[in-house]
Every structure is written in C-alpha cells, then in structure tokens.
C-alpha cells in the first residue's frame, strides 16, 4: 500500500481520531428562514405535522394514552386557537412566538380553573404547544454516522451538539477556527479536531486519521492499523483531582476552579465535586431554534437538571448570546445585534428565558450571566424583565426566585468601566471576545488565538485594571485565556481567583494553581 499522506492543518483540538470519513455537504446558509411561507401556513402544515405524530402514536399499543391523544387532536383541530395565533401573527409576531403565546393563555386559564379536572388539562395543551414549537422551526441537520471522521468547510455548533461522541470519531476542517465555537465544543468534549487542512479529496467512508495533536490529517490510513478512536477526557483529566473545586495557591490563597459547559450532558461524566460548580453555561447551545427560545419547559429542564447535577454549587447560566456568529435557527431580521442587545430587541425571547430561571430561582445557588453587555442601561432593562415576569409568576402561584444577575465583561468599553456597573451582581471575564474586539480582529481569523502571542499584554493590562474597578463584587474569568495553564501566573498576578475552564482543563489548571503564590510568581521548588 503506498505510504499515508500527511496533510498539514492546524490543531483546534488535542487527541487522536481514527475512522471513516464523512464529507458534510456545504453548509446552507445561516439563519436562512426554513420557508418562504407565510406565518399562516406554516402554522398551519405544523399543526398537520403535529396531528400526524398523534394519529401515529394512536396508532401504537399505549391504549391508555388514547384519551389524551383523542383529546389533544381534537384541540389542534379547532379553528380558534389558529385564529388567535394568526391574529398575533398578523400583528408581526413570530410564528413560533404566536403559537407559544396562544397556548401559554389557553394554559393559565386552565391553571387557574376551580375545577380540578381542567387543571389537569393544562399539562396535555403544554404537550402540544411543545409538539407543535418543536415541528414548527426544527430545522434538524442531518447526523452522522457514529465514530466517523466529519469531514467539510466548516460545521455547525448544533450539529456537533446532535451527534453522539461517544462512539469516538473528529473533525478536520478545510477552513473553520481553532477559536470558534465548535473548536470550543470539541475541546471541551475532548473530540480530536483540526481546521484549516484546505479542500482535500478523500471518498466517503475512506479511514483517515485526525491527529489534533500535531496538527495533521493522514489520509489512506488502514481500517486493519486503525486505532479504534478515543473519547473522553485526554490523559491530562485522568489524573487524580482533589475531592472539591476550591484549592488554594502554594502561599495558601484560596482559589475557586468551575467548569464551563456548552451542553447539559456535559457534565454526566464529571463529578460536581471536583468543582466549585458551573461558572459558564452557554445557554445558546442548549437552546438552538427558535422553537426551543420559545419552549419555557425545555428550559427550565435543561437549567433544573444541572442545580441537580451540581447539588448546591454555584451554577451561571447565561442568557442567550445569539446573533453575529451565532445565529439561532429561525430567527431573522435582527442580525447586526448580538448578546444583551438582541435580548433586549427581542424582549418575547428574552421573557421566556426569565421565567425557565426565576423558576429554576427555587433550587439553591444559579447565578445569570448577561452576553456582550456594554451599557449599565442594559443591565437595568433586564433586570425590569425579570421583576415583571416575577410578579406574574406570583399572580399565577408559581414558585419562583430571582437569582443574582452578573454580567460578562468582554466588551472593552465595559471592562474600562465597570466601576459603573452598579447594578451587576458580579462579572465574569470573556477574554475570546475581550480579545477580539481589542484588537479589531475577527476570532475566526486563521492565526489569531486570543489567549496567546502579541495580544496577551494588552488584555491582561485591561483585566488587572476591570478587576481592580470591580468594588470587591465576585469576578471570575471565563474565556479561553483561563484554561491555558501557561496563563494562570499572568492571571493570578492580575488578581483573578475564580477561573472557569473546560472540563478537560481542569486537572492542568489545578496544577498549575498549587504551584504558584497568589502573585503569580513560581512556588519554592517548583
Ligand atoms: C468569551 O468571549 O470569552 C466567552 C467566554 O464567551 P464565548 O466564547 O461564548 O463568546
Ligand atoms: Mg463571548
């Protein structure tokens, strides 16, 4: 057999991947609305869908369900509630936002019936809402098959999200960034990846190997000398980790080390108590449509599972950071916004989102994180929403809890004056965007790694002064720059004592903590 070509790329992710090659078709364009139909139809094919799926599951053994699903056909059926939905459409209201609204006041009259009978009802109208939401904007990409190599241009961070890792696999990437977020995603879920391999031929189902060690891809790699693909945290995690996410530096500074998650089944394989808790949860991976910015339920799941998962450690939720470079599914029309912004101009996004956390408020310890905000202003706004969601839960006897709002600070405008940010609760540290926009650089661009080279004195100049206007309120740091250990001296000289870190960082950043004073300077004898 001739020898493997070996084709020079950039790593985005640590590890080695063996498999079949999967070539992606090139991706559609983003955000792209799903149909050229009006609101009407849409809503109206969604509701037929819907029905289909009922009429399916009828059709199984569950006879008990019948009753409910009988029931629930007869609801999609009726005129009014397509009425009242197409009325709100016509007034320029989202479709997926017009359904939910619809069925949200259909579902509190039916919360607040005398008759127990009717209250129970209100939980079959929310199936269908749900059912029709999920239809409605579910623009699904095509998976994969498990264990392959994907193969394309570049890729979706839902995509990555949808498919199963656990079987192993990587991605090579013609073009793609080592600082985007799927290159944060794999890393964080420990899948070798490399970008900017350039467009190579390789036919589909072919072995090749992702090295996201060195950086290469090897193509005509033999299925018999394919080492079967790794997941799960590269060598680095497997080392022991201290029963608790607080540690303390060689001169006995106390430091607190939390993980960032991107997807709740993230942290399935890591105990809370390695960790102080969630100090970053990328909502917008979690919530990826517009049906599902819609869906309280889905989220209020998604935030209870991980208070579960973390058993009274601090969990930070942020609120969606959509637009820019992450659209979300379905949502057009507000592109040049991003973060707080689009929250704000979206306020029926951004209401739904309040009401999944001040109920998730009940359980101990969830902070919200504010994206992208520049403006005090911005924080005071969302904080109106939360208090008037609030008030309506309690009209409505819903248990509920307003959690404490920070906000990222990752907008230089905002670092330079965060003594003025009276209203945040605490300030976490996004140095990927910090950077970016320091330094009038695009985070895609091939070369530019915001937590090393040329930038790092200006963004650590900048941190150590935020810190220091911060007014003794929690900050922590949340960007890349905290899962580099060859940064944390840097760091803990500019006074950070929180960090939050990829999950697979955590033992090298716990390291790399115990062997240094709280100034940054090494330990004796290290
Ligand atoms: C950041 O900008 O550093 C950050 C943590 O946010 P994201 O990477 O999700 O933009
Ligand atoms: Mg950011």
């Known amino acids: 057999m001739a020898a493997p070509l070996r084709l020079k790329a950039t790593s985005a992710s640590p590890g080695v991947a063996t498999g079949p090659a999967y070539i992606a078709e090139p991706l559609a364009a983003a955000a792209s609305p799903p149909s050229n139909l009006s609101g009407h139809a849409e809503l109206g094919n969604a509701i037929k869908t819907a029905i289909r799926e009922l009429q399916n599951l009828a059709a199984g ?13 007869e609801v999609l059926q009726d005129p009014t509630l397509t009425e009242m939905a197409g009325a709100r459409i016509d007034a320029g209201e989202n479709v997926a936002f017009a359904w939910a609204g619809t069925l949200d006041g259909y579902i509190r009259e039916l919360e607040c019936s005398e008759e127990e009978r009717l209250r129970a009802r209100a939980v079959d109208i929310l199936d269908i809402k749900n059912r029709v939401l999920s239809v409605l904007t579910g623009t699904s990409l095509d998976d994969f098959p498990a264990g392959s190599i994907y193969v394309g241009r570049d890729m979706e961070p839902s995509r990555f999200l949808a498919h199963d890792w656990s079987a192993g696999g990587g991605i090579a990437l013609y073009a793609g960034s080592a600082v985007g977020h799927v290159a944060l995603l794999a890393r964080s879920r420990s899948v070798p990846m490399v970008v900017g391999v350039g467009q190579f031929t390789t036919e589909g ?93 889905k989220q209020f799941a998604i935030y209870r599972r991980l208070l579960d998962w973390a058993d009274g450690r601090t969990v930070t939720v942020r609120m969606l950071d959509i637009g820019g470079d992450k659209p979300l599914a379905g949502l057009t029309g507000a592109s040049s916004l991003r973060g707080v912004r689009l ?5 029926e996004i951004a209401r739904v989102q309040a009401r999944a956390l001040l109920r998730a408020g009940i359980f101990s310890n969830l902070r919200v994180l504010l994206p992208m905000v520049t403006f005090p202003s911005e924080i005071d706004d969302l904080r109106q929403i939360y208090r008037e969601e609030a008030s309506e839960l309690t009209r409505r006897g819903v248990p509920h809890g307003i959690p404490p709002i920070g906000m990222m600070v990752e907008v230089p405008a905002a670092a330079l004056m965060l003594d003025r940010f009276e209203s945040a609760d605490f300030f976490s540290f996004g140095t990927n965007d910090l950077t970016q926009y320091l330094f009038a650089s695009a985070r895609e661009d091939a070369g530019f790694a915001p937590h090393q080279g040329r930038t790092v004195p200006a963004v650590l100049r900048l941190l150590s002064q935020a810190v220091k206007l911060a007014g003794g ?32 960082r955590l033992p090298a950043i716990r390291s790399a903590i115990v062997g240094l004073n709280a100034d940054g300077t090494k330990a004796a004898g290290e």
């Not at 053994?61 to 056909?73: N, R, S, T, V």
């Not at 929250?343 to 306020?347: F, I, M, Q």
Request: charge should be negative; charged fraction near 20%.
């Open 473 to 504: 309120k929690p900050v922590s740091i949340c960007g890349d720059m905290a899962s580099d250990p060859s940064r944390t001296a840097d760091l803990l000289a500019a006074g950070i004592r929180h960090f939050s870190v990829a999950a697979a």
């Open 61 to 73: 053994p569950d006879l008990e369900g019948m009753d409910i699903i009988e029931f629930q056909i």
């Open 205 to 297: 189902r072919q072995h090749i190997e992702v090295d996201g060690d060195s950086g290469v891809v090897v193509l005509q790699t033999a299925r018999e000398n394919a080492t079967p693909a790794q997941f799960g945290h590269p060598a680095t995690s497997t080392a022991p980790i201290a029963d608790n996410g607080s540690l303390h530096t060689a001169d006995g500074e106390q430091v607190l080390l939390s993980i960032n998650v991107n997807a709740p089944g993230e942290v399935d394989s890591i105990p809370a108590a390695t960790t102080a808790g969630i100090g970053l949860m990328r909502s917008e991976f979690a919530v990826t449509s517009l049906s599902d910015a819609a869906n309280e339920e």
């Open 343 to 347: 929250l704000l101009a979206r306020p």
